[in-house]
């Protein structure tokens, strides 16, 4: 089968789906695959690397949909993405359709099947092509709160960990799941104090055991609004797989932080579970609502791209594989519960819900 990997185009996103290694590996399987040019870049693969394992070199995008019939990428297909996508491509990328409805009707006009990384799931419930993604989008989430809290960045002039003689940060993080629960990590690890908010109570017991510093607490209503209301960065992290994410914050709560607080929500790929929540891009990621900065950029991982890619890359290689085999379908119920959109038909029961 012929692979097409064309280079992101969404505002300074900068992963590639399959580092060099990847490629070769699929070379020597016997498969064709042609990387658009720079495609890997910006995670430090320049197109000589992806040479010299066999794969081609293609001068622009057209030429990568063209001549290959699966279209492996990060992000969902934008702009003029769609008009090169054709009824026998098979696509395989992040989609997070229940957020982007437009899309989704896009998708199935196309007549194409897609499988969307997040919806990719193992017998026993995990998001394996997921999981890295939300690991560093929740480490990235504390990050780069920490940061928005600072005076310059239009914060309340924080240091999240405090020092001697002055006291420490609040963090509030709703989801203790991959992306809530490195969150929770790298705050506690700066010093801050730290609620997690999840419904699992083995999830709360493993946040506890991040540090004395960290209290994981049952998502009651009341808690939720008493403990938001004092959090100097207010995290959201939750994720029901393939469904839009819901309002587990208010508005009205929101509007109870104190000015210069800020929000950071991880969900926002799937709609945000904070209420204030609205997409954004890193070319113009924070916004103020109700009086508190908001960061909602879609892509949150291509702030790493080297890093992003090559954790992405090692998940991927082997459910690609999967997919080259003419009867994926029924041997791999993984791949098969993510799919999206098959020959133009919305196929994930979630998706299906979310949209109706």
Not at 18 to 40: F, I, Q, R, S, W
Not at 213 to 232: F, W
Request: net charge negative; proline share 5%; charged share 20%.
């Amino acid at each position: 089968m012929q692979i097409g990997i064309p280079r992101e185009i969404k505002p300074l996103e900068g992963r590639v789906a399959l580092g060099p290694e990847a490629c070769g590996d699929l070379v020597h399987a016997g498969h064709g695959v042609t990387v658009e040019h720079n495609a890997g870049s910006l995670s430090g693969y320049l197109d000589d690397r992806y040479e010299a394992v066999g794969a081609t070199i293609a001068t622009d995008a057209k030429t990568v949909y063209e001549q290959s019939q699966l279209i492996i990428k990060v992000k969902e297909p934008v702009a003029d993405e769609l008009t090169l996508l054709r009824e026998e491509h098979l696509l395989f990328c992040f989609l997070h359709l229940a957020a982007n409805p437009e899309l989704t009707r896009r998708l199935q006009d196309i007549g194409l099947t897609a499988i969307g990384f997040e919806t990719v799931e193992a017998d026993n419930g995990a998001l394996p092509l997921l999981a890295p993604m939300s690991d560093i989008a929740g480490r990235l989430a504390t990050q780069i709160g920490s940061n928005l809290l600072h005076r310059p960045q239009g914060g309340k002039g924080l240091l999240l960990g405090g020092l001697p003689g002055a006291e420490r940060g609040r963090v509030v993080v709703i989801g203790a799941g991959n992306a809530g629960g490195n969150a929770a990590a790298m705050a506690a690890a700066l010093g801050a104090e730290v609620v997690v908010f999840d419904l699992s109570r083995e999830r709360l017991a493993a946040m506890r055991q991040l540090g004395n510093n960290v209290t994981g607490l049952y998502p009651y209503k009341d808690a939720i609004k008493r403990e938001v209301a004092t959090a100097d960065l207010l995290i959201g992290a939750v994720l029901k797989a393939g469904q839009r994410a819901p309002h587990i914050v208010s508005r009205e709560t929101v509007r109870s932080m104190q000015p210069g607080s800020v929000i950071v929500d991880v969900s926002v790929d799937q709609g945000g579970c904070i209420e204030t929540t609205r997409a954004t891009t890193y070319e113009n990621p924070t916004y103020c609502d109700e009086g508190v900065l908001h960061f909602g950029v879609t892509n949150m991982p291509g702030a790493v791209p080297r890093s992003a890619s090559q954790a992405l890359s090692a998940v991927l290689l082997p459910f690609v594989h999967a997919l080259l085999h003419t009867d994926w379908n029924n041997s791999s119920p993984a791949l098969r519960r993510g799919i999206n959109v098959a020959a133009g038909e919305l196929r994930h029961p979630a998706l299906k819900e979310s949209l109706a």
